[in-house]
């Protein structure tokens, strides 16, 4: 709380500056670097990462903006069990905030590993990838259990989207085109949200490098600054890194993250999705929407 505390006070002393640096930077920006493509994946595993916190239900309601469906960890392992296609499916199971007298009976025929709720959903995810990294390269699936429980078959055509995109490092569901966790109400600071996002093992290895060995957001104990620094971070390295961002949106079409091609062309002149959180404006806030062929 302190640390988040300090960065608004940092952030309210040079208010002046970071408005004036935000407003120039939607219509002029310098041109981002060359892409870059990922490693390819040469065998058919999947690794899915699914991260969960003991406290809740495996079945439960949730609520975005007054919109109320179904999720819970039973529907996520459910899409695994429920796989139909070709890949195998390797299960990398994460439960924060676990004891074994409070929750054995609910977890019980489950294979899982326990950890901290520090950081909550990068916790588990952190877990998965630091124990695979130096592992063969695969497609790597991480989400949490507050993803919509409408089953649909999403995983080969999301695959084969990242196979004809070797350009794009990190797919996801749903987006905010801005930070709230901050004093600079109009920022665009497009990126991912966390409960759903898929890549492969080698870029996300490339994060953790970059990030000085930790996931982003790992170690964070604190809901504004977890969005800062695990959320907002992990779209910003990725992009760093020169990888394009993608998510696919309700109706069923991948949009690609525009990125600056020009001193005039920013990545905000071409961004034609609708601006702020993509959750609240939508019919089926956190539901897997399929590609459309």
């Keep these: 709380m302190v640390k988040f505390i300090l960065l608004l006070a940092g952030e309210l002393v040079l208010l002046p500056i970071l408005y004036v640096k935000e407003f120039l930077k939607r219509y002029i920006a310098i041109p981002a670097g060359r892409v870059k493509i990922r490693k390819p994946v040469q065998n058919n595993e999947v690794l899915i990462g699914i991260h969960d916190w003991a406290g ?129 109400r109009n920022n665009f600071t497009p990126h991912i949200q966390s409960f759903f996002m898929i890549t492969t093992l080698d870029v996300m290895s490339e994060v953790v490098a970059h990030n000085d060995g930790k996931f982003p957001g790992q170690n964070i104990n604190h809901k504004r600054l977890l969005i800062r620094f695990g959320e907002v971070k992990l779209s910003r390295i990725i992009s760093k890194l020169g990888y394009q961002i993608a998510v696919v949106t309700e109706d069923n079409t991948p949009f690609i993250f525009p990125r600056t091609k020009s001193w005039f062309k920013t990545a905000y002149s071409q961004w034609t999705l609708p601006l702020g959180e993509y959750r609240f404006q939508v019919k089926h806030p956190n539901r897997i929407n399929s590609i459309t062929k």
């Design 56 to 184: 809740y239900n495996l079945k439960r309601k949730k609520v975005v903006n007054d919109i109320q469906f179904d999720c819970g960890l039973s529907y996520q392992l459910d899409r695994v069990a429920n796989y139909k296609g070709a890949r195998k499916l390797n299960l990398s199971l994460t439960i924060s905030g676990y004891d074994e007298g409070k929750h054995g009976l609910k977890y019980r025929g489950l294979n899982f590993t326990p950890v901290s709720n520090i950081g909550m959903d990068f916790q588990g995810y952190g877990h998965t990838i630091l124990n695979n990294i130096g592992s063969k390269n695969c497609y790597l699936l991480l989400m949490n259990s507050s993803v919509e429980a409408k089953q649909v078959d999403f995983l080969d055509d999301y695959i084969d989207f990242l196979e004809q995109n070797p350009l794009v490092g990190l797919l996801g569901i749903s987006y905010s085109s801005k930070m709230f966790q901050t004093v600079i």
